[in-house]
């Protein structure tokens, strides 16, 4: 996401104290995760005082695409043009992929796919919402999972470079009474990389993220003993731009809960946030006492640099992040084999108990908006993905070679109501066509942010206004995503479980869902 002028306004030399003590400030910071009454904070921030500033945040708090081609939304100094929808959400791609016509509006999206003068009305929800409602528990806990396994998670890195593998597994587990929930953003680097993408200053980013969600934990037990006794299926998990290999624990709990193994993949191809690789201390440091020989090398989002045309630069991720999906996948099958692999971290998880663990003939691949491109990639490289699943996907990235040559494996788009434009789905259409193994859903009511965590750790106000939620509640929506996806697993991996109960939303059939796209996609009509 690159920086709208308005958004960096020139700041005195002068550094100032400001205390949140405005009752008006206090109640907004306040409803931006729904919580309980804050503390008063003392900021350290140069210039304008933080009331100013926290003004800004409405048009810099955006996570997604933007409505020239989805990666960035509102702030594009290119296209001075409000948002389209979840253009207000970020997590996701920052391209040059949508029509410049008057489809968009500030803070929904037409429907029309882009053409100027249609405007298409929103799909109603059959579910009725909790309007203003004043209970806040519901928004700050993300959900567990619902099948019958407890579950686990851990880290993984390999090797002491940026070429080696960083991801996250999470697994069914033993049932671990005495293992503490894993944190759920594990270091303040990512707040400041999350503040660098949202183009918020750090020093007001990272107080804020710290202080809301720095003691959110996602529902899975920290190394937790895996538990042995069948073969799972295997899936591996791509995030989205701006993203990093933790944000998407309520989808990767749901399916380890349900009996797969998932692998949460970090890419280090400059899409994430922020991102890591720990490498030894140079000798011209003295060690201390206690600490370790080794650090971590951060890697922060890169910026579109002036002049640089975004379809390349993604393109070029996505064909890295689709080899880092192939490598954790060869990874997990090395682990798998009982090859002993060397974990950078020193976590105390017993990887040789994943040995024999892992059903090989039953892998996926999975991705939400950058990532949902890197399904596609993944697919067209490797084929022992059986099948994968895009989630929102952002199609700029996709190399055209991958439609000519097309990709073989089944896979199912599930798009939200809010986010998606007729360039885009008509991309999708072109690697679907004429192939009843390629579906396309679209949930009703739901946005850009109805797939990432942080749908489930805002408030209502907040959410809303920042096109973290939509007008479906998130756990529906997330039930839908996550019991589509298990249907269209269970057929096409051959599993023997009860997912096909939910068969008919993978057709599109079932409350709050409907078959294909809402994006009118019929040519514009001659002036």
Known sequence: MQTSPRLNPSLPCKGTAWHLSSRRVLWGVRCFLGM???RKLVFQVRGRSLPERLSHLKTKA???????????????????????????SRLAPEGRGRPKGPSCSSGQRDGSGGRPGHRTPGLSVKASMEMGSNSTEKFYRIPEGKGPHS?????????????????????????ATDNEEAPWIPDKEYYQGLSDFLNMYRV??????????????????SNAAFKPGEKYPLLIFSHGLGAFRTIYSAICIEMASQGFIVAAVEHRDESASATYYCKKKSISEPPEESTSSMEKEWIYYRKLKTGEEER????????????????????????????????????????????????TSRIAVMGHSFGGATVIESLSKEIRFRCGIALDAWMLP????????????????????????????????????????????????????????????????????????????PNEAIDISNHASLAFLQKHLSLKKDFNKWDSLVDGVGPNVIPGTNIDLSPAEPK
């Open 312 to 359: 390349c630069l993604r393109h070029k991720q996505v064909q890295q992040r689709a080899q880092e999906c192939i490598k954790a996948l060869n990874l997990i099958l090395k682990i798998n084999s009982g090859e002993e692999v060397t974990n950078v971290l020193h976590s105390n998880f017993d990887w040789n108990s994943l040995k024999d663990s892992v059903d």
């Open 151 to 175: 579950v686990g998670c851990t880290d993984l890195m390999t090797e002491n470079a940026v070429e080696g593998s960083f991801l996250r597994l999470y697994y069914p587990s033993c049932n």
């Open 62 to 88: 955006k996570f997604g695409p933007s409505p020239s081609g989805r990666a960035r939304q509102w702030v594009c100094p290119r296209e001075r043009r409000p948002p389209a929808g979840t253009a207000a």
């Open 398 to 473: 996709v190399g055209d070679d991958t439609y000519q040559n097309s990709v073989p494996q089944p896979l199912l788009f599930i798009n939200s109501e809010k986010f998606q434009w007729a360039d885009n789905i008509l991309k999708m259409k072109k690697l679907s066509s004429n192939d009843a193994n390629k579906k396309m859903i679209t949930i009703k009511g739901s946005v850009h942010q109805s797939f990432p965590d942080f749908t489930f750790v805002s408030g209502e106000i907040i959410g809303r206004f920042f096109k973290l939620k939509g007008e479906i509640d």
């Open 36 to 38: 309980a009454p804050c």
């Open 204 to 221: 007001v980013g990272e107080r804020l993220f710290q202080y809301y969600v720095g003691s959110v934990t996602c529902p899975a037990k």
